[in-house]
C-alpha cells in the first residue's frame, strides 16, 4: 500500500468522523440541552420533545450513527484496499 | 393445576431469591470452570478471538454496574429532566469510543491502556502515570461495586452487608482469578443476559399497569390507562408542582452545569481503561467497530427503559403515600422502613403523611435506590419478580467488579512487573503474577466495600472525570495528532488529574475550608461532577502548548500512528 492511498482514507476517515460527531453534538447537546426550552413547546404524544430527546432520542441516534459509522468504514476499508 | 399455583404462590420472596441467586451463581461459575485461562493472552485479553456480539455483551455488562441497574433510575425519578445527564453521559461516550478510540486501540494490538499510552509516548514515565491512573479510576469504582454486592445481599436475603460482600468476594475470586479476561467474557455474557431479562420484566408489567403499553419506552409517554384521559408526565408534572417540587419533566441544574456534566461523562465512559480494554479482545478492527455498535444497542435497551422506570415509580409513589395515613400504608412501606431506606417522622403529628419539597414540612424521606428495588412490590407484582431484581443486581455489580478487577491485576502484573520491574519474567510466572495480584485486588476491594470510606460517592463521579481529565485526551492526541510528543502527553494527564482532584477536594469533600463550599462558589457554576470536562480541555490545552516548545517524537513512533490509522493487518494482540 502506498503512502498516498494511506492518506487518502485517512481523510476520507476524518470527513466522516466530523459529520457523524456534528450529529452526536446536535442531538445531545444541541437539541437535549441548549434548545431543549424552545423545542418543549412541541408536544409528540405526552413528551415534551426538548425532554424526549434529552431522555429517550439522543439515546436511539447514538446507536445509529454507531451502525452508520460501521457501515460506511466497511466501504471505505474496501475502496482502498483495507478490507480483510 | 390448582395445586401448582397454590404451591408457587407460598414459596414466598425470600425462597424465591434464594432459587434465582442460587441458579445464576451456579451458572457463573460453570463458565469460569469450562472457560478457564492456561496462557497470558487468554487472561488479559480472552485469545483475542471473542465474536463481536459476545464481545459487545460483555462490554454492555461490563459497562453497566449496580449504579445504572440500581440507582439510576431512583436518581432520575428524583431529578426529573436532569437526570438526562446520565442517559446521555453514559451512552453518548460510547459514540466517541466507538469513532474515536476502539478501532486505533485495536490495531495497536497490545494487552493494556498503559501499554498504548507507554508505547505511543516512547516513556516510562508515561506509562506510569497511566498506570496510576488506571489504578486510581478501577479502585474507587471497584469498592461501589462490592457495596452494591452487599447491599442486594442484606435487603433481599436479610444477611449482614458484610457477611454479603464477602460472599460476592469469593464468586468475583473464583473465576475472575481462575478465567481471567476468557472467563470474564462469557460470565458477562450469561449476566447480560439476567440482567436485562431482571430489569425488562418489571417495566413492562407496570407499563402495562399504568398505561396498557407493552413498550415501556412508549409507555411513558402515553395516556393513563384509569380512563381519565390524561397523559402520564402531565399527571406527574401536576403532582410535582403540587407538592412544591419542580415540574418533573423542566429539571433544577443550570444549562451550563447540565452540558458540563453530560461532557464529562461522556468523555470519561470512553477513557474507561476497563471499558477500552474490552476491544482488545476481539479478532479484526471491523469486529472492535461493529461489537462498540451491539454494545451500546444492548445498552441502550436498559438506558431508554430506565427514564420510563422512573416516571412510572415517582407517579406510583406519590399516588400511594401522599397525604395517606401512616397506619394504613401498603406492607412494602413498613418492610423497606426497617431497612432505614424510607424515613417517615410525623411533623405536625396528624398522623399522615405529608410528602413536600419544602424540608422544614416535608416528613417523608425516600433513598434512591428503593425505587427500582422496591418497585416490582409498590406496583404488587408476584413474588418471583421480586426475586428477579435481586439476582440481575447482583448481575450487575458482579460483571462490572470483575471487568474492574482485571484491569487491576494487568496494570500490576502487566504494565508494573513485567514492563517496568523484571522485563525477563516467564510467562508462567506472568500468569501467576497476574492470577496474585486479582487476589490482592479482590480483598482491597472487599475491605473498602466493608468500610467504605465516606467519600465513596464522590469517588465515583471523580473516576469519570479523572478519566476524562487524564486518558481521553492523551489517547485522542496519540492517534489524531502524529506530532504529539511525550513532553506534552505526561505534562497534559498531570495537569488534567491534579486540577480534577484539587476541585473534587475543594468543592466536594471540603477537606481545604471548614465547610465545603457552597454551590454558589463553583467556578460558572459548573459542579465538580462537571469538571472533568474543563479539565479535559486543560489537558488539550497543555498537552498542545508543551509539544510546542519541545521536540518532536522520534520517526519510529510516528510510523506506528501512521500504521494505526490503517486498519488491516491487525494481527493478533502481543506483548
Redesign the interface.
Known amino acids: 500500500m502506498t503512502k498516498s492511498n494511506a492518506k487518502a482514507y485517512w481523510k476520507e476517515n476524518i470527513r466522516y468522523l466530523l459529520f457523524l460527531l456534528a450529529i452526536w453534538f446536535i442531538v445531545s447537546y444541541g437539541a437535549g440541552i441548549l434548545f431543549k426550552d424552545i423545542l418543549n413547546e412541541i408536544k409528540i404524544g405526552g413528551f415534551k420533545l426538548g425532554f424526549w430527546f434529552a431522555q429517550q432520542g439522543s439515546i436511539y441516534v447514538f446507536v445509529i450513527l454507531i451502525f452508520v459509522y460501521v457501515r460506511l468504514m466497511n466501504k471505505l476499508d474496501k475502496k482502498y484496499g483495507y478490507d480483510e | 393445576m390448582m395445586n401448582n399455583i397454590f404451591l408457587i404462590e407460598t414459596i414466598g420472596v425470600q425462597n424465591w431469591t434464594y432459587i434465582l441467586v442460587g441458579v445464576t451463581f451456579a451458572l457463573y461459575i460453570g463458565i469460569a470452570i469450562w472457560s478457564r485461562a492456561g496462557s497470558t493472552k487468554e487472561f488479559y485479553v480472552a485469545g483475542g478471538g471473542v465474536s463481536p456480539l459476545a464481545n459487545g455483551m460483555a462490554t454492555a455488562a461490563d459497562w453497566m454496574s449496580a449504579a445504572s441497574f440500581i440507582s439510576m433510575a431512583g436518581i432520575?425519578s428524583f431529578a426529573g429532566?436532569d437526570?438526562?445527564v446520565y442517559?446521555?453521559g453514559w451512552?453518548?461516550g460510547?459514540?466517541l469510543l466507538?469513532?474515536?478510540l476502539a478501532?486505533y486501540l485495536r490495531k495497536f494490538g497490545k494487552f493494556t491502556v498503559p501499554d498504548f499510552i507507554g508505547d505511543r509516548y516512547y516513556s516510562k514515565t508515561a506509562r506510569l502515570v497511566a498506570v496510576f491512573c488506571a489504578l486510581l479510576v478501577s479502585f474507587t469504582y471497584v469498592a461501589g461495586q462490592m457495596r452494591g454486592v452487599g447491599l442486594v445481599f442484606s435487603r433481599f436475603l436479610e444477611v449482614d452487608i458484610n457477611t454479603g460482600v464477602i460472599i460476592g468476594m469469593i464468586i468475583v475470586l473464583f473465576y475472575a482469578v481462575l478465567g481471567g479476561m476468557k472467563g470474564i467474557t462469557y460470565t458477562q455474557v450469561a449476566q447480560y443476559c439476567v440482567l436485562i431479562f431482571a430489569f425488562m420484566v418489571p417495566a413492562i408489567f407496570i407499563s402495562i399497569q399504568m398505561t396498557g403499553n407493552p413498550i415501556p419506552?412508549?409507555g411513558?409517554?402515553?395516556?393513563l390507562a384509569d380512563g381519565s384521559g390524561m397523559?402520564?408526565?402531565?399527571k406527574l408534572d401536576g403532582l410535582s408542582t403540587e407538592l412544591g417540587f419542580n415540574e418533573y419533566?423542566e429539571g433544577s441544574k443550570s444549562?451550563v452545569d447540565?452540558?458540563a456534566i453530560?461532557?464529562a461523562l461522556m468523555v470519561g465512559t470512553a477513557g474507561l481503561p476497563h471499558v477500552i480494554v474490552r476491544f482488545f479482545t476481539v479478532k479484526?478492527v471491523?469486529d472492535a467497530?461493529?461489537s462498540?455498535?451491539l454494545a451500546?444497542?444492548l445498552i441502550?435497551i436498559l438506558?431508554?427503559t430506565a427514564?420510563a422506570v422512573s416516571v412510572f415509580a415517582r407517579t406510583n409513589l406519590i399516588e400511594t403515600v401522599s397525604d395517606k395515613s401512616y397506619v394504613n400504608v401498603p406492607e412494602w412501606f413498613k418492610k423497606w422502613e426497617k431497612t432505614g431506606l424510607i424515613t417517615f417522622t410525623d411533623k405536625n403529628e396528624d398522623g399522615r403523611i405529608q410528602y413536600l419539597a419544602d424540608t422544614s414540612q416535608n416528613e417523608l424521606v425516600v433513598d434512591n435506590d428503593i425505587m427500582v428495588l422496591a418497585n416490582p412490590e409498590i406496583a404488587n407484582l408476584p413474588d418471583w419478580i421480586v426475586a428477579l431484581v435481586a439476582a440481575g443486581g447482583l448481575a450487575a455489580a458482579l460483571s462490572t467488579a470483575a471487568g474492574l478487577l482485571l484491569v487491576i491485576s494487568a496494570s500490576v502484573s502487566h504494565d508494573l512487573i513485567k514492563k517496568m520491574i523484571n522485563p525477563k519474567i516467564s510467562e508462567q510466572g506472568e500468569l501467576i503474577a497476574a492470577r496474585l495480584s486479582a487476589i490482592v485486588a479482590v480483598c482491597v476491594a472487599g475491605y473498602f466495600g466493608i468500610n467504605p470510606p465516606g467519600f465513596v460517592a464522590a469517588t465515583v463521579a471523580l473516576a469519570f472525570g479523572l478519566a476524562a481529565a487524564s486518558f481521553f485526551p492523551a489517547i485522542i492526541l496519540g492517534i489524531f495528532y502524529k506530532k504529539m510528543n511525550k513532553e506534552g502527553a505526561i505534562a497534559g494527564m498531570v495537569v488534567g488529574i491534579i486540577a480534577m482532584l484539587l476541585y473534587m477536594v475543594k468543592y466536594r469533600l471540603g477537606w481545604f475550608d471548614e465547610v465545603t463550599p457552597d454551590k454558589s462558589e463553583w467556578w460558572y457554576g459548573i459542579s465538580p461532577e462537571g469538571f472533568g470536562s474543563v479539565a479535559m480541555v486543560l489537558n488539550f490545552i497543555v498537552s498542545i502548548s508543551i509539544m510546542k516548545f519541545t521536540k518532536e517524537p522520534p520517526e519510529n513512533v510516528q510510523d506506528i500512528v501512521?500504521n494505526i490509522?490503517?486498519?488491516?493487518?491487525a494481527g493478533e494482540a502481543t506483548h
Open positions: 432520575i429532566y437526570g438526562a442517559l446521555m451512552t453518548g460510547y459514540v466507538a469513532l474515536l478501532p419506552q412508549f411513558f409517554g402515553s395516556k397523559y402520564l408526565l402531565d419533566t444549562v447540565v452540558f453530560t461532557l479484526r471491523r467497530r461493529k462498540a455498535g451500546l444497542l441502550a438506558y431508554t427514564p501512521e490509522r490503517i486498519p488491516s493487518g
